[in-house]
């Protein structure tokens, strides 16, 4: 069809961006429907240290570690690929155009890469900071703040975030890609994969206090981390995103300060 031969290329970036999403949420989704179902044991028995129950396991193992990192990386991809798609199918466009000009640029999974790489140096300190809430024992078997202090705490500096300039700033790269690409726009592979690193900066920047929300509803709570995701979606992506995240950075300190006082 001409339509689809006009169009390849973006359908086979957008293809690309679904598949990683789909893996990443499938192995999500599978992950925390065993933890639900295993962490207590069989007839409330204690399980042994397994991926399944290691959140509530003191010390843990170098196996265990590595396996709460690759589920932290995991669910920066499922969470964190979809709000790049604009900037991403902007590269692309920009790609297909210079290869019908005879002047090939990088693929753009390379940039991807860079954007992805972030992420997961994101989710190493992610599970770092895990791993020591759960030494000082904040943390219950399901990844869930232990103390309501440190969730409420947790909801007032999101909350607070919410309405600095660093948030802002980092906001309008990741809402504008036509900006983004014209002031950081590099050739060559490594280039683009700078590129994609500058790029997941600004996106950590962004988010890096909305992600630590998920210790105060669940790691592992799927309907918690759908909802960060939608969220951090909407707020680079809808017109008037910023405000609506400044609007829910007041509710996030309101309902922060409720908690303390009660």
């Not at 598949?19 to 639900?36: K, N």
């Not at 210079?98 to 790489?117: K, S």
């Not at 700033?169 to 036509?178: G, M, Q, V, W």
């Amino acid at each position: 069809m001409p339509w689809i031969r006009r169009h390849r290329d973006r359908l086979a970036v957008s293809g690309g961006l679904v598949g990683i999403t789909v893996t990443a949420w499938v192995y999500i989704v599978v992950t925390a429907h065993r933890m639900a179902t295993t962490s207590g044991g069989m007839d409330g028995q204690s399980m042994p240290p397994t991926m399944d129950n290691m959140a509530g396991v003191r010390p843990w193992t170098a196996t265990e570690f590595g396996l709460t990192f690759a589920m932290w990386a995991l669910m920066m991809v499922a969470m964190m690929v979809p709000t790049a798609a604009p900037m991403t199918l902007m590269y692309a466009a920009v790609a297909r155009k210079a290869a019908a000009q005879h002047d090939p640029l990088a693929p753009t999974f390379i940039f991807v890469t860079g954007y992805i790489t972030i992420w997961v140096i994101f989710s190493l300190v992610a599970t770092v900071s895990q791993h020591a809430l759960d030494q000082a024992a904040l943390l219950s078997p399901m990844m869930v703040s232990a103390s309501g202090s440190l969730g409420a705490a947790i909801l007032i500096a999101a909350g607070l975030y919410q309405l600095t300039p660093l948030k802002n700033a980092c906001l309008k790269n990741c809402r504008t890609p036509a900006h983004f690409m014209f002031r950081y726009w590099r050739t060559g592979d490594l280039g683009a994969f700078r590129m994609g690193l500058r790029l997941g900066a600004y996106c950590v920047g962004c988010c890096w206090v909305l992600m630590a929300l998920l210790f105060v509803g669940g790691v592992m709570n799927l309907l918690w981390i759908a909802a960060i995701a939608l969220f951090v979606l909407l707020e680079k992506t809808i017109p008037f995103g910023d405000v609506s995240g400044r609007v829910a950075g007041a509710a996030m300190i309101l309902f922060g300060a409720l908690s303390l006082a009660l």
